[in-house]
């Protein structure tokens, strides 16, 4: 069974850096996505960043690019955010989910990014609040 487990939450000022980590066990395969989703009060689910962990290729939703990166360990058992630049409106729960195996992927091949409702496994989340 897939399980993901993220921790790295807490409380900084704007301007500050934290780093989230999700912890993958349970795949029989890397050709899986794991994508960072955040969800603020009131506000619906937003997906962050994604990342095919077989070829390492990367997507990030505008407003953190530049800001956030998404990336693994060497062994592929561990998904990082490095959030830099963090500012008042990233306050949120976050949250890493995983995808089915997906056996290929192209993004210059015109293959899509999964969409929020193809993430089959959650976390349980890690708040993060920025203040100003």
């Known amino acids: 069974e897939v399980r993901l487990v993220e921790s790295g939450g807490g409380s900084v000022q704007a301007g500050g850096s934290l780093r989230l980590s999700c912890d993958v066990s349970?795949?029989?395969?890397?050709?899986?996505?794991i994508g960072w989703f955040r969800q603020a009060p009131g506000q619906e689910r937003e997906g962050v960043a994604s990342i095919y962990r077989y070829t390492e290729y990367t997507d990030y939703v505008d407003s953190v690019k530049g800001r956030f990166t998404i990336s693994q360990d060497n062994a592929r058992n561990t998904v990082y955010l490095q959030m830099n630049s963090l500012k008042p409106e990233d306050t949120a729960m976050y949250y890493c989910a995983g995808t089915l195996i997906v056996p290929n992927f192209s993004p210059r091949g015109g293959d899509p990014w999964p969409k929020t409702d193809e993430y089959k496994w959650w976390g349980q989340g890690t708040q993060v609040t920025v203040s100003s």
């Open positions: 349970g795949y029989g395969s890397f050709r899986n996505f």
